[in-house]
């Protein structure tokens, strides 16, 4: 064999390797761009019977992940490289999916709530340390989205920059109109195995019970488990995992932020 014809053969391998990568690179891109856990835009008969203005926003999720970034003290100046785990999200307003074959349609509240036309989305980060269970709230870290946006491709807005108007419903089939978004945490414990995250705000949902004798609120939330098998040691994202037992994002009915649960 010539070594014209060697490097032909060569070239020919590499350029079938290259279209191979940009094929594998356009499936986890180009067609979802990595967001692989979805909680739908669904509610139920009863849901819509209480409330007829309910609103339901579809939300997709990439992997949680971790980057360091240079975070300047604003008080002392001081800059000092800070791990920050991150949520990267996208959101759009779709028709409501109705199960058909719902039948439990019986008003539980008195009066519809006062709808809310804007979107405020917040994040809650509920973690399993040794021996504790700690709550963080999204913190606005610009130099992280700065950092994150980098990282992911992607221009993404933090809980603040993010509140808008609801953008009015898309049907199936017609193109989405999405809006993009991160939440951001420092100083989560780095002996953390197990969290949830609880995003509000995707949704005006709500019920009203009681612990002990007194009314709570229950705000229509998604939950998200995840499992992190690492150790404080090298702290990585490859070690973070959505719960194998439990993978999907679920909407659930949850007081707000870091209220106590109501008791049955």
């Known amino acids: 064999m010539s070594v014209r014809c060697s490097y032909l053969i060569l ?3 590499l350029a079938l390797v290259s279209v191979n990568a940009k094929q594998a690179t356009a499936q986890k891109y180009n067609f979802n761009q990595g967001f692989d856990a979805v909680a739908p835009a669904i509610a139920t008969g009863a849901e819509l019977n209480e409330q007829p203005n309910l609103f339901v926003m579809e ?3 990439r992997p949680m992940g971790l980057v360091y970034v240079p975070i300047t003290d604003p008080k002392t100046g001081e800059t000092k490289r800070e791990l920050i785990w991150y949520q990267v999200y996208r959101t759009r307003n779709r028709v409501l999916d109705t199960p058909v074959d719902d039948t439990d349609t019986q008003p539980i509240n008195p009066k519809d709530p006062i709808p809310r036309p804007y979107l405020i989305p917040e994040f809650f980060l509920i973690a399993d340390a040794t021996d504790q269970v700690e709550v963080y709230a999204d913190e606005v870290i610009p130099e992280a989205v700065a950092a994150i946006e980098l990282r992911e491709k992607l221009e993404l807005n933090n809980s603040v920059e993010i509140i808008q108007r609801i953008p009015e419903p898309t049907a199936d089939g017609e193109d989405p109109n999405w809006i993009y978004g991160v939440a951001t945490w420092s100083g989560i414990d780095p002996n953390t195995d197990y969290f949830k995250l ?3 705000g995707f949704s005006n949902g709500y ?4 612990i002990g004798d007194e009314p709570v609120v229950l705000r229509k939330t998604i939950e998200v488990k995840y499992w992190r098998p690492g150790d404080e040691l090298l702290q990585s994202d490859a070690e973070i ?6 993978p999907k994002p679920e909407w659930l009915y949850r007081p707000s932020g870091i209220a106590p649960q109501p008791t049955e």
Request: no cysteine.
């Open 11 to 13: 070239a020919l391998s």
């Open 59 to 61: 939300v997709q999720f």
């Open 198 to 200: 609880f995003a509000e």
């Open 207 to 210: 019920r009203v019970t009681k």
């Open 241 to 246: 995992r959505r719960n194998p037992e439990d």
